[in-house]
């Protein structure tokens, strides 16, 4: 095993350039390293969160997910 970084049940994710493009614990997209699973970045999400189906895409520098704000359920984009 190279590295192991605990997400609380991610069960998705994305490869971005060099990272993989997850959820964290709560919810949230990060960045982190294919190489060593540090946390190179947290992705500003606001309110939102990814939903349990965790649906994303990563392209010319933005995520594009289907997220929730605890109420309903949006298509999102923001800045990687």
């Known amino acids: 095993m190279i590295f192991k970084l605990e997400t609380g049940g991610t069960e998705h994710f994305a490869r971005f350039e060099d990272k993989i493009l997850l959820a964290d614990r ?6 982190i390293s294919a190489e060593d699973g540090s946390i190179l970045k947290e992705v500003e999400f606001g309110e939102f969160q990814f939903g349990s189906d965790q649906i994303m895409l990563a392209s010319k520098g933005r995520l594009y997910a289907v997220a929730n704000d605890g109420a309903a359920m949006y298509a999102v984009c923001a800045d990687i």
Do not use: Q
């Open 26 to 31: 709560r919810g949230k997209p990060v960045l």
